[in-house]
Nanobody, 113 residues
Framework: QVQFVESGGGLVQPGGSLRLSCTAS????????MAWYRQAPGKQREIVAS???????YYGDSVKARFTISRDNTKRTLYLQMNDLNPDDTAVYSC???????WGQGTQVTVSS
C-alpha cells in the first residue's frame, strides 16, 4: 500500500504563504485522484483540495482563490500552495488518495501573529 509523508508546515503570520509537499512511497501514476485534507482542533477532517490524474481540480469553498493543488508524478509528489493564510487555516494537513482513509501523518500549519 502506498504511504504518504507530508512536509512544509510551520508557523506563519496572517497573510503569509506556505507550500506543503506530500511524497508517496511508490509511483502515483496510476492513482486517479489525490487530495489534501485538514483537521483543526475539535473539528472534523475536511477536504481542502483534490486533483485528478488529468489535472482536474476541486477546492473547498473556504480556500478557493487562495490555495493551489498540483502534482508531479515524476517526483511522486503532491503539492499545496497556500497564500493569504488566515487563523482559520490552522490545522493538521494530510494527504492521500481521494476517497480513501489512508492518509499520511500530517504536517501542522499554524497561522498566528
Amino acid at each position: 500500500q502506498v504511504q504518504f509523508v507530508e512536509s512544509g508546515g510551520g508557523l506563519v503570520q496572517p497573510g503569509g504563504s506556505l507550500r506543503l509537499s506530500c511524497t508517496a512511497s511508490a509511483s502515483i501514476d496510476s492513482i486517479y485522484g489525490m487530495a489534501w485534507y485538514r483537521q483543526a482542533p475539535g473539528k472534523q477532517r475536511e477536504i481542502v483540495a483534490s486533483i485528478a490524474s488529468g489535472f482536474t481540480t476541486y477546492y473547498g469553498d473556504s480556500v478557493k482563490a487562495r490555495f493551489t493543488i498540483s502534482r508531479d508524478n515524476t517526483k511522486r509528489t503532491l503539492y499545496l500552495q497556500m497564500n493569504d493564510l488566515n487563523p482559520d487555516d490552522t490545522a493538521v494537513y494530510s494527504c492521500g488518495i481521494l476517497g480513501s482513509t489512508a492518509w499520511g501523518q500530517g504536517t501542522q500549519v499554524t497561522v498566528s501573529s
